[in-house]
Structure formats: structure tokens, C-alpha cells
T-cell receptor
Framework: KQEVTQIPAALSVPEGENLVLNCSFTDSAIYNLQWFRQDPGKGLTSLLLIQSSQREQTSGRLNASLDKSSGRSTLYIAASQPGDSATYLCAVEESEKLVFGKGTKLTVNP | EAQVTQNPRYLITVTGKKLTVTCSQNMNHEYMSWYRQDPGLGLRQIYYSMNVEVTDKGDVPEGYKVSRKEKRNFPLILESPSPNQTSLYFC????????????FGPGTRLTVT
């Protein structure tokens, strides 16, 4: 059974710092990996999608990498801002469903 | 605007009173699914649909029903809600069941007393 783990569960950083969020998964037979952002009481916003054949994707200050063989992905956020404060969720797609990690709650302090 | 909508956004009900949470997407997506989110358990899939008239169980289908009569709509039905179904529910859609980005609705917070 696929398990997705996100470390750390919470992270607090000062504004301007570069940071890395980690995601690991137990079964490498995935179709893709998706990173989401969730604000309190809100829905999920898709940030980046990495297909299983890809190694990384970039969008603005965000860069996500995927190492399928080792079951790891990282989300790199450059020059963090208070508006980046949210919970970040990693999810792998397998067999018509997404399997989610429990998320990393990020706080960026002004 | 491309989006997934859910209604209602908030609902408080009593045990045993049937309810329906609607989900609609305007992106002509074939694939739709329902998830519930609970503290400490994360998001778990309830049901999914690959296309019209095709539905299948996810990881936690007990106590729920779905239907897919039209491509754009995928309602979630709780025929006899119980307190353990108190949760935050999300509907999602994508172009196809695999390889494509999934888009989520804003969520429905359900409380069953």
C-alpha cells in the first residue's frame, strides 16, 4: 500500500529565506506527483505537476524535483514571503487516485 | 473561469437525515472524484468516476453513494449520515484519470450531530 510522508510537519522561517520541503513515497510505480497548497479553510491549489518520466518542474519561485527510484520529491521555495504561509501537500497518483501526505505547515515570518 | 464548484460550502445536519453535496466542473473533464480530509488522517479518496455512468470505490466508500449522469456533475450522497462522517469534503476533476493535473473544489465542511 502506497504511503506518502512529508517532513517536517511544520516549518517556520524568516522572510527571504530559501527553503526545501520534503516528500517521500514507498511505491515507485506512480503516474505523477503533484504539489498543492492549502490555505486555512480553503481548497487545494495545484502548484506543480511532475510526470513520472520527468525530473523537475519550475514555476516562478517554486521548483519541484522527483527521484522516482528513491521515492523522493522536494519542493524548493526561493526568497520566501509571508504570503507563502500555508500547508503544502504532496500527492502521488496511482490507479485513478491521489495518495496524499499529511502536509507541511509553513509559516514565513515578516 | 475554469473551476470546480461545490454546494453547500457549510452544512450542519442531524444523524440519519439524507443529504447531497453537489459538485460541478466546467472544464469538460472526464475524471471526477471525492475526498474527505480529517485531522491526522489527511485526504482520503471516497469514490471516483472515469466517465459518465462509470463510478468506482476509493479507500473509504462506506456510507456514501455517488452518481455520474452527466459529465459535468458528480454529486455525493449520504443516505443516513452519522457523526463519524463529520469532515471536510473535496471534489476534484481532471482531464483523464492519469497523467493530468487534478483541480479541486473549495470544499464542503459537514457537521453531523
Amino acid at each position: 500500500k502506497q504511503e506518502v510522508t512529508q517532513i517536517p510537519a511544520a516549518l517556520s522561517v524568516p522572510e527571504g529565506e530559501n527553503l526545501v520541503l520534503n516528500c517521500s513515497f514507498t511505491d515507485s510505480a506512480i503516474y505523477n506527483l503533484q504539489w498543492f497548497r492549502q490555505d486555512p479553510g480553503k481548497g487545494l491549489t495545484s502548484l506543480l505537476l511532475i510526470q513520472s518520466s520527468q525530473r523537475e518542474q519550475t514555476s516562478g519561485r517554486l521548483n519541484a524535483s522527483l527521484d522516482k527510484s528513491s521515492g523522493r520529491s522536494t519542493l524548493y521555495i526561493a526568497a520566501s514571503q509571508p504570503g507563502d504561509s500555508a500547508t503544502y501537500l504532496c500527492a502521488v497518483e496511482e490507479s485513478e487516485k491521489l495518495v496524499f501526505g499529511k502536509g507541511t505547515k509553513l509559516t514565513v515570518n515578516p | 473561469e475554469a473551476q470546480v464548484t461545490q454546494n453547500p460550502r457549510y452544512l450542519i445536519t442531524v444523524t440519519g437525515k439524507k443529504l447531497t453535496v453537489t459538485c460541478s466542473q466546467n472544464m469538460n473533464h472526464e475524471y471526477m472524484s471525492w475526498y474527505r480530509q480529517d485531522p491526522g488522517l489527511g485526504l482520503r479518496q471516497i469514490y471516483y468516476s472515469m466517465n459518465v455512468e462509470v463510478t468506482d470505490k476509493g479507500d473509504v466508500p462506506e456510507g456514501y453513494k455517488v452518481s455520474r449522469k452527466e459529465k459535468r456533475n458528480f454529486p455525493l450522497i449520504l443516505e443516513s449520515p452519522s457523526p463519524n462522517q463529520t469532515s471536510l469534503y473535496f471534489c476534484a476533476s481532471s482531464l483523464s484519470g492519469q497523467f493530468y493535473e487534478q483541480y479541486f473544489g473549495p470544499g464542503t465542511r459537514l457537521t453531523v450531530t
